[in-house]
């Protein structure tokens, strides 16, 4: 099957009992008994719904692993895969993930004792430079928020091999249309479904899949016993989105081409990150494991003003933090997304008050870059 057909054809598709094509809302917490124990496969929830079940089969068949597990944010898919370390590990991960995640693992996983090193993750040497004999996994982002930093999968999947590490990759950005990270030897991927998998900023939801059956023992133990599940509302919705997942990734990439094109040759845009370059450094990695690039891009205007008149005038690209919506979004990630992060760090990163990071949606190409014009002047 291909990937298009995937997102239609792939796990549980329509209702047996009906014959309806869409599988139904379980709108249901409790599933009746014939005795003690014996059960149609479902007996809380929490543990499992069909409804989330039948996402949690979709998105195992898009990524191309062994389970699926679906959470009520990106933020609790995240935390649920660092329950599966004890106090005392040590987990290496990419410099500018995404805020976020800085803040769980900074503020609050540290408190039980599970350590962090955030190390450019594009390059393998600092990767090897950064582990410990309590190192347990590398986490990376490909390509990175907002920076768009790409960091090898298959060069980093033969290290964490070699030391015996957990590979975890955060696929919110490419999404499994774009890249499937278990193909180069992830062991757990992530997403914020909130982003392009549901696509109509209208759910926030997150997605896990990891590569083998253990890891999926482990995992449905830690979303059980934790509990921070997918209800079966939302998980409809994801499935909903997922099946146009393909036709928006097309399109938001055509545009943000033109886009892209528009911005390189204004006199007012210092710096353009998008992965999708020629010169961007990550070009060459990023398109040995990827089949296209998706519409988040960066530009710099150089200050904190020119940044805050930009967004100012923007009328069709709306000023809100996430991403991957049908209409295109524009923010200031130093004062949103990434203002957790602290003002030293992310100048060393390059994050400067002067960056735009923009979303390109759905709408006519001719529109967004008249009003990025528009908004320039
Ligand atoms: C938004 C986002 C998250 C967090 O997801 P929520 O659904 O907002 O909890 C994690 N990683 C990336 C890359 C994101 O963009």
Redo the contacts with the bound molecule.
Sequence with gaps: MRKKTKLIHGGITGDELTGAVNVPIYQVSTYKQEAVGKHKGFEYSRTGNPTRHALEELIKDIEGGTRGFAFG????A?TSVFMLFNAGDHVIMTDDV?G??YRVVSKVLNRFNIETTLVDTSSIEEIKKALKPNTKAVYV?SPT?PLLKVTDLKATAELTKEHDLLFIV?N??STPYWQTPIEYGADIVLH????YIGGHSDV???LVVVNSEQLGEDLHFIQNSVGGILGPQDSYLLIRGIKTLGVRMEEIESNTKRVVEFLQQHPKVTKIYYPGLKDHPGYAVHIAQATGFGGMLSFDVGSAEKADQVLAKTKYFTLAE??GAVESLISVPAKMTHASIPKERREELGITDGLIRISVGLEDAEDLIEDLQEALQ
Excluded: Q, R
């Design positions: 944010s990106g933020m609790a995240i995404y976020g995640t982002e928020n955060d919110t950005f914020s479904a909130t982003k926030v939801a997150g996430s991403l």
